[in-house]
């Protein structure tokens, strides 16, 4: 058991590391789980600017990502150590941002959804 706690703390630790590195300016998000890894399990809640869920929820769906959604703005991501890989993790991460930007470029430029 002990082993298994230490690959999650190092796969949500590689996952918040991931997170804080967004490579577009400011993100559009801000993790609202303590950093803490002695205050927190594996999960972390990502709250996204206004606006955003929907259709970053959809982005990343569609491309096979599940996450867990509290209404009106928080993903809840958390990796699981018997299944998911630090590849996992940076195959999310990629298509995180990825939905970030394309959703915030077009909800910029036209005011509307993605």
């Not at 999310?92 to 930007?101: D, L």
């Amino acid at each position: 058991m002990d082993a298994l706690r230490r690959r999650s703390i190092r796969l949500t630790a590689y996952l918040e590391a991931r997170l804080l590195r967004y490579h577009k300016g400011t993100p559009p998000y801000k993790i609202i789980t303590p950093l803490n890894p002695t205050e927190r399990g594996a999960q972390l809640s990502v709250l996204l600017n206004p606006g955003l869920l929907d259709d970053v929820l959809a982005y990343i769906e569609e491309r096979g990502v599940i996450v867990d959604e509290r209404k009106p703005n928080v993903l809840r991501v958390a990796p699981a150590p018997l299944y998911n890989s630090f590849w996992d993790i940076h195959r999310f991460i990629t298509i995180f941002h990825e939905a970030c930007e394309a959703v915030v470029s077009q909800t910029q430029s036209n005011g509307g959804h993605f």
